[in-house]
């Protein structure tokens, strides 16, 4: 067993065949790193209690969120100093670059990934050409990425924590949900409330900065570039928005491809 484990998960088979791509992308980094790397289908949902999966049949991506912080939980109790969760849209486009930190040089023991979300400042504001809208930058932290080590022998205090916490609001809520309620949302109030750590370069990218970088440019990827607090090295690609308006045919994988020819945004 290496110190390190990489998890990430998806139900089979995969929805979209530029998955595989991405999937291979940070399998491929493990493996160059030294990283232990586990795959997990379905079987990530069985650590949930049989409410969570009541409460969001209609709503899996919110028993995702929570059911990968019980998965990195139990990876830290089988002995692994270190657990890294990537979502299977994550893509590592300059795998020389994405570094994660010496296992004990992380001041908080964790990490999050970084969000820069673009979006049009008018609702509504989707054609294919975005050099006719304005647009803003929201900058917050995702969980597509996830780090955590080992603290008092087995455990990871702010995973417990955010764990604990995710349950504990999932089952207090009732009626409809946000579908990033206690993923990134939940994440985001607490980081602007205590500044997380983040690893910078994995990043997030919205439609319409894909869409500028389909285009070889254009104000969205402008103000990412101009908002991001350093160049990104991985990112993910938020396969749920794929039929955004923004998008052209085919975008996903077209934006793969041209990030794994160029190594960057």
């Known amino acids: 067993m290496h ?41 990530l949902f069985d650590t949930l209690p049989p409410w969570v999966m009541e409460k969001t049949r209609v709503q899996k991506v919110i028993a995702t969120d929570l059911a990968r912080l019980k998965c990195l939980q139990n990876f830290l109790t089988a002995g692994y100093q270190r657990v890294v969760w990537l979502d299977a849209d994550f893509l590592i486009f300059a795998p020389a670059d994405f570094q994660l930190p010496n296992v004990g040089e992380l001041p908080e023991s964790y990490a999050l990934g970084r969000e820069v979300w673009v ?36 455990r990871n205090s ?64 402008t103000l990412f570039r101009a908002k991001s607090p350093q160049p990104l090295a991985g990112a993910n690609l938020c396969s749920s ?10 975008a996903m994988e077209k934006v793969v491809a041209q990030l794994l020819a160029t190594g960057s945004i």
């Open 119 to 154: 979006q049009p400042k008018n609702a509504g504001q989707e054609p294919a050409n975005n050099k006719t809208i304005r647009f803003k930058a929201y900058k917050k932290v995702h969980n597509a990425f996830l780090l955590f080590d080992a603290q008092f022998g087995q």
């Open 158 to 221: 702010f995973l417990d924590f955010y764990a604990s916490h995710a349950e504990r609001l999932l089952e207090q809520i009732s009626g409809s949900m946000p579908p990033q309620f206690i993923g990134p949302k939940l994440l985001t109030a607490l980081h602007n409330v205590v500044q997380c750590p983040v690893q910078e370069n994995a990043g997030m990218l919205s439609p319409w900065t894909i869409n500028d970088l389909l285009a070889g440019g254009g104000p969205a990827l």
């Open 241 to 250: 928005l794929e039929t955004s308006d923004a998008l052209p045919d085919r």
């Open 3 to 43: 110190n390190t484990l990489i998890i990430q998960s998806q139900r089979q088979p995969l929805p979209d065949p530029w998955l595989a791509t991405c999937i291979d992308s940070v399998k491929h980094w493990a493996q160059e790193q030294g990283f232990d790397y586990q795959f997990i289908g379905d079987a």
